[in-house]
């Protein structure tokens, strides 16, 4: 298993101001994800965090937006950049172990006002 | 249409009531997850199964490959089981596909 801690758990912020959430797993894991849950959606993958490499976007999400960093196999942190309303949600990252199962981290609430 | 459909959306039940959610989906997989996530955003995950059934104390998860079908059912369910239970499958390049959720209310 892996134990996943994010912070800020939870933060309010402006409009045109950036955020950055950290994320940390107590083991090496291969694979971290970063997603997003909208108030009352379900959970929607923003990207895979690549160790030493640039990460993979899915479609909708962009670089520019949502800057990703994964220095080593252990932490990865997510920007939400010039933030506006629309992007308070939660974010979550995830560990992806070898045999497919994911662990999640316990989240991050963003109010954007 | 959705990969993973999750039925139903919203579920009120009494304390002690056998529960039961229902998941379809329609890629290939090769593993289900049942997930709990509780009012403060944190997910937990309570199974992870590619077939037959499992069993976690008062928690059961079925799946049936062949039909792309899974249930979780709670027995003797309690005040605490309140969550939203979703479900998600691991499809091709182990990308998680998730439902939409079902918040379950279990009054006492």
């Known amino acids: 298993s892996a134990v996943i801690s994010q912070k800020p758990s939870r933060d309010i912020c402006q409009r045109g101001t950036s955020l950055t959430i950290q994320c940390q797993v107590d083991s090496q894991v291969t694979m971290m994800f970063w997603y997003r849950q909208q108030p009352g959606q379900s959970l929607t993958l923003i990207a895979t965090?690549?160790?030493?490499?640039?990460?993979?976007?899915e479609s909708g999400f962009v670089i520019d937006k949502f800057p990703i960093s994964r220095p080593n196999l252990t932490f990865s942190t997510l920007t939400v950049s010039n933030m506006s309303p629309e992007d308070s949600s939660i974010y979550l990252c995830?560990?992806?172990?070898?045999?497919?199962?994911?662990?999640f981290g316990p989240g991050t609430r963003l109010t954007v006002l | 249409k959705n990969e993973v459909e999750q039925s139903p959306q919203n579920l009120t039940a009494q304390e002690g009531e056998f529960i039961t959610i229902n998941c379809s989906y329609s890629v290939g997989i090769s593993a289900l997850h049942w997930l709990q996530q509780h009012p403060g955003g944190g997910i937990v995950s309570l199974f992870m199964l590619s077939s037959g059934k499992k069993k976690h104390g008062r928690l059961i998860a079925t799946i049936n490959i062949q039909e792309k079908h899974s249930s979780l059912h709670i027995t003797a369910s309690h005040p605490r089981d309140s969550a939203v239970y979703i479900c998600?499958?691991?499809?091709?390049?182990?990308?998680?596909?998730f439902g939409s959720g079902t918040k379950l209310n279990v009054k006492p």
């Open positions: 998600a499958v691991t499809g091709n390049f182990n990308k998680f596909y």
């Open positions: 965090a690549n160790q030493g490499s640039e990460a993979t976007y």
């Open positions: 995830s560990a992806g172990l070898a045999g497919g199962e994911q662990f």
